[in-house]
Structure formats: structure tokens, C-alpha cells
């Protein structure tokens, strides 16, 4: 009776771990190997690294933007830090076909309140993402779609 139990908790052992492997192999194709794989398919650019931005506001104030862009096929992970009043930071996932980004984002610290979404679309020099974001603006009360632009650093 005690070797039924032993092989009993063998199997379940066994069984658990298997399931475990299993999905950390399908997580690490589907996030990473299926999107670098349609990446170089469709030979999509690569955009990794850093972007700015500096514009002026009405009441005359600068706006520093930096966008720091990771790459994976047509997988894309960035992060935009924003310079005005205060620093914000913002997250953004999404993809890159066709040269066009599209992203979703959320600030930092915001507990899912602060979100948006922003589409660019890479310059045929592949030296500038020009776009829009699309946002609630909660002092307003109204839905933004306001302007975007970057330049490679």
C-alpha cells in the first residue's frame, strides 16, 4: 500500500511539473519566438531604442518627451517619460505592422485610471514617429486626441 502511495505522489510530482514546463515553453513562444518569427516575415523595421519629442504648450510651456522603445518582431514594449509641471511616466504595449504603432498605455501609479492609446506611423526615412493619443482627460471630462510626434535619437 505504501508503494501505491509513493507512485501516487511520483505521478502527481511528475504531472504538475510537466504542466509547468509546458506553459513556460507556450508563454516564451507565443510573447517572444511567434512575434520575432512574423517580424522577420513581413520585414518589419526595427524601432528599438530612444525617441524625443519637445513641443510648446499654449500657455508657452515646454514638453519634453522621451519614448523608449523594446522590440520583439512585432511585439513592442515603451516606455514614455513625460517633462512638464511634473514627471510622469507612462507604459505602453502593443505592435508594429506596416509601419504603424499602435499602443496602448497606463501611467505609472495610476491603478489602471490614467489610459489611453496612441498610433504612429514610421517616416519613410525611419527617423520620425508622427501620430495621435487618444485619452480621457478627467479635469475636462472629455475624451482628448491630441498630437505625437518623435524623433530618433
Known amino acids: 500500500m505504501e ?8 505521478g502527481l510530482v511528475s504531472s504538475i511539473t510537466a504542466a509547468i514546463v509546458m506553459m513556460a515553453v507556450s508563454v516564451f513562444f507565443v510573447r517572444i519566438v511567434i512575434p520575432k518569427v512574423r517580424g522577420i516575415l513581413l520585414r518589419v523595421p526595427n524601432i528599438s531604442g530612444e525617441w524625443e519629442s519637445n513641443e510648446k ?3 508657452g510651456k515646454e514638453v519634453k518627451r522621451k519614448l523608449i522603445v523594446q522590440q520583439y518582431g512585432i511585439r513592442v514594449k515603451a516606455k514614455v517619460t513625460r517633462e ?10 502593443g ?4 509601419g ?8 505609472k501609479g495610476g491603478e489602471g485610471y490614467i489610459v489611453g492609446a496612441m498610433v504612429l506611423k514610421l517616416s519613410s526615412s525611419r527617423e520620425d514617429l508622427n501620430g495621435k493619443a487618444v485619452y480621457f482627460h478627467h479635469n475636462s471630462g472629455e475624451v482628448v486626441c491630441s498630437d505625437r510626434w518623435y524623433k530618433k535619437c
Open 57 to 59: 504648450t499654449d500657455d
Open 100 to 107: 504603424q504603432l499602435v499602443l496602448h498605455f497606463e501611467e
Open 3 to 10: 508503494a501505491l502511495g509513493n507512485n501516487f505522489a511520483l
Open 84 to 93: 512638464h509641471y511634473k514627471k510622469r511616466v507612462f507604459y505602453y504595449q
Open 95 to 98: 505592435t508594429f505592422q506596416a
